[in-house]
């Protein structure tokens, strides 16, 4: 197909409570949308990136200045496929964000087109999803216990506590006691170092599915540490970059379990290549998420539906997060949401709430 334009839309999305990491406290959503117009139609795909380079280097307006000076007059113009699209902008070093965002949008135009759904696209298996809910930090743990027992309520099957130093062994504690045997695992966002590893082996008492990314993106080795000093799995995430640095963590023993978000790795075609690779060295994968509208979330589901995907992804329902969604919104039902079935990503965008929560003018790169 040959892009005509792309354009950048920014909007603000207010989250339905604040959502607070070892790296922040969110009180909305900055998001930042990609909409390629081309000869065959035009596609959709969300940035991940957050509006600080606080969970990884990118952030929203460097995923726009990027987008803009680089990767969008990169492709204006040409025939273009979203397979080709990363090799056409391998120039590029990293920016895998916003890398992500372009692609997804290249193969919902592209899919489109062509009469398939993403979940066809993907060899997706399954017609619906387990779902699980990641809960911040909160003020204190009567507050966390009320957050978990609605989630709860709702039917979630899998609940993640983010943890810090000073916010782990106590509310990891009180949760289990609230929640029985209902899976749950802990995020810490890199908030801990090796210094950590004889606390963290504390953790083990509560029969945790796995603990996710407790040291820096770029400390494999402290990783290799902590595994072998604790029972609890130890899963990566932000560092989990591509398939080649997940291959390599896994095989020295740092992650057990891999966190897959097609943001982080520069898009869903490396994500499903990192799933497959998984697959066969029967390494359990699960779906991360990046509070996404309905955009972002059509396409983690669709990819949660592969095969390996064998623990509950953080594909939570719309309402975890938004009062209104961008899209049609996504509901749970008995813990699971469905595919996606339509062409493309599936879902539509609503533009008149495009227009109403945009928080700067659109860019359009031709
Ligand atoms: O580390 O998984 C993470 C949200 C933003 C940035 C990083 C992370 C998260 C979440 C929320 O945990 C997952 C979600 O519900 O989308
Ligand atoms: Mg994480």
Same mark, same amino acid.
């Given at each position: 197909?040959?892009?005509?334009?792309?354009?950048?839309?920014?909007? @603000?999305?207010?989250?339905?409570?604040?959502?607070?990491?070892?790296?922040?406290?969110?009180?909305?959503?900055?998001?930042?949308?990609?909409?390629?117009?081309?000869?065959?139609?035009?596609?959709?795909?969300?940035?991940?990136?957050?509006?600080?380079?606080?969970?990884?280097?990118?952030?929203?307006?460097?995923?726009?200045?990027?987008?803009?000076?680089?990767?969008?007059?990169?492709?204006?113009?040409?025939?273009?496929? @979203?397979?080709?699209?990363?090799?056409?902008?391998?120039?590029?070093?990293?920016?895998?964000?916003?890398?992500?965002?372009?692609?997804?949008?290249?193969?919902?135009?592209?899919?489109?087109?062509?009469?398939?759904?993403?979940?066809?696209?993907?060899?997706?298996?399954?017609?619906?999803?387990?779902?699980?809910?990641?809960?911040?930090?909160?003020?204190?743990?009567?507050?966390?216990?009320?957050?978990?027992?609605?989630?709860?309520?709702?039917?979630?099957?899998?609940?993640? &506590?983010?943890?810090?130093?000073?916010?782990?062994?106590?509310?990891?504690?009180?949760?289990?006691?609230?929640?029985?045997?209902?899976?749950?695992?802990?995020? @810490?966002?890199?908030?801990?170092?090796?210094?950590?590893?004889?606390?963290?082996?504390?953790?083990?008492?509560?029969?945790?599915?796995?603990?996710?990314?407790?040291? /820096?993106?770029?400390?494999?080795?402290?990783?290799?540490?902590?595994?072998?000093?604790?029972?609890?799995?130890?899963?990566?995430?932000?560092?989990?970059?591509?398939?080649?640095?997940?291959?390599?963590?896994?095989?020295?023993?740092?992650?057990? /379990?891999?966190? /897959?978000?097609?943001?982080?790795?520069?898009?869903?075609?490396?994500?499903?290549?990192?799933?497959?690779?998984?697959?066969?060295?029967?390494?359990?994968?699960?779906?991360?998420?990046?509070?996404?509208?309905? /955009?972002?979330?059509?396409?983690?589901?669709? &990819?949660?539906?592969?095969?390996?995907?064998?623990?509950?992804?953080?594909?939570?329902?719309?309402?975890?997060?938004?009062?209104?969604?961008?899209?049609?919104?996504?509901?749970?039902?008995?813990?699971?949401?469905?595919?996606?079935?339509?062409?493309?990503?599936?879902?539509?965008?609503?533009?008149?709430?495009?227009?109403?929560?945009?928080?700067?003018?659109?860019?359009?790169?031709?």
């Amino acid at each position: 197909m040959r892009v005509e334009a792309v354009e950048l839309h920014r909007i @603000a999305m207010p989250l339905v409570r604040p959502f607070e990491t070892s790296f922040g406290r969110q009180l909305a959503r900055d998001v930042l949308l990609v909409h390629v117009l081309t000869d065959v139609g035009d596609g959709w795909g969300e940035c991940v990136a957050m509006a600080d380079p606080v969970y990884s280097s990118e952030f929203v307006a460097g995923c726009d200045a990027v987008i803009t000076t680089y990767l969008g007059p990169a492709i204006i113009g040409r025939e273009v496929t @979203a397979e080709s699209f990363a090799g056409l902008t391998q120039f590029v070093i990293g920016h895998r964000m916003a890398k992500a965002a372009i692609e997804t949008a290249l193969l919902d135009a592209q899919t489109r087109a062509s009469g398939q759904s993403f979940a066809q696209y993907f060899g997706a298996t399954r017609e619906a999803v387990d779902c699980g809910v990641s809960v911040g930090i909160a003020p204190d743990l009567d507050t966390l216990l009320a957050e978990v027992q609605l989630y709860v309520d709702e039917g979630y099957r899998r609940i993640k &506590l983010k943890i810090k130093p000073g916010w782990d062994l106590e509310p990891v504690r009180a949760v289990r006691d609230l929640i029985g045997d209902l899976p749950l695992q802990v995020d @810490a966002n890199t908030a801990y170092t090796v210094a950590d590893v004889d606390h963290l082996r504390e953790l083990d008492a509560f029969g945790l599915l796995l603990i996710e990314q407790p040291f /820096i993106e770029e400390d494999i080795a402290s990783h290799v540490v902590l595994s072998s000093a604790i029972e609890t799995p130890v899963c990566l995430d932000e560092s989990i970059v591509n398939t080649d640095v997940a291959l390599d963590a896994i095989e020295r023993g740092a992650t057990t /379990i891999v966190n /897959i978000k097609a943001g982080r790795m520069g898009g869903y075609l490396e994500a499903v290549r990192l799933h497959d690779a998984c697959l066969e060295l029967e390494i359990p994968v699960w779906c991360g998420g990046m509070l996404e509208t309905g /955009i972002g979330r059509a396409a983690n589901v669709a &990819l949660a539906a592969l095969d390996g995907f064998t623990l509950p992804g953080d594909t939570s329902g719309s309402s975890r997060y938004f009062a209104e969604d961008l899209t049609e919104p996504f509901v749970l039902d008995d813990g699971r949401l469905v595919v996606p079935r339509g062409v493309g990503s599936g879902v539509e965008v609503r533009t008149d709430l495009l227009t109403q929560w945009r928080s700067t003018p659109v860019v359009t790169v031709r």
